[in-house]
């Protein structure tokens, strides 16, 4: 082999080198940064659940004072229009149930139904609490409230086990939790 087919051959490996490392190196970045754009993702649907679920609680607070505030005038025997009493739960009501429906939209389907449980149990409260205002027992409405804290307290603590174990991140079709399709919940009236 003389020089010049040694230079030939050596520029050829030299090219072809350069070009698989450009490859390689390209389909490494590529995957990186698939990567990176799935763990931002993956982050900001955390940080949506975990906005949902604060304001859910917040509103759930809300509700729950206005009751408060409610059943202090009826022990007292302070009801002199019991149109403005229901009026008085009306507002913290209507932003519960946003708030609810929110949150319901963005978990994943092992919490959904606690997010439905804890809805049915303060709607039991808030309907008991209406019965209370128009002349009903008070009992049913304070039996309701501790299912409704009850139910409060199981969703909490699942909530918090969610965000301990990961499956609040996508899975690689977009889908949240362990590959199951995140659908809303159809509530029965």
């Not at 994943?108 to 808030?126: C, Q």
């Not at 918090?160 to 809303?184: C, I, K, V, Y």
Request: aromatic fraction near 6%; charged fraction near 25%.
């Amino acid at each position: 082999m003389d020089a010049a087919m040694a230079a030939l051959l050596g520029g050829l490996f030299g090219a072809l080198g350069s070009v698989s490392g450009t490859v390689v190196t390209m389909f490494g970045a590529r995957q990186q940064g698939r990567i990176a754009a799935e763990a931002d993702r993956s982050k900001r649907v955390m940080d949506l659940r975990l906005e949902a679920f604060a304001e859910m609680t917040r509103r759930l607070q809300e509700l729950r004072m206005a009751w408060w505030r409610v059943s202090q005038m009826l022990e007292q025997g302070e009801v002199h229009d019991p149109q403005a009493l229901m009026g008085e739960v009306e507002a913290p009501w209507s932003s519960y149930l946003a708030a609810v429906g929110r949150l319901e939209v963005l978990v994943p389907e092992p919490i959904r139904g606690e997010v439905f449980s804890l809805a049915v149990a303060v709607d039991a409260m808030d309907t008991a609490g209406m019965q209370w205002i128009k002349g009903g027992p008070a009992k049913s409405y304070y039996d309701k409230r501790a299912d409704a804290d009850a139910a409060r307290k199981t969703l909490t603590a699942s909530f918090a086990n969610l965000m301990d174990s990961g499956l609040w991140r996508l899975d690689g079709a977009g889908r949240m939790g362990r590959g199951r399709p995140a659908t809303e919940l159809k509530r029965s009236a």
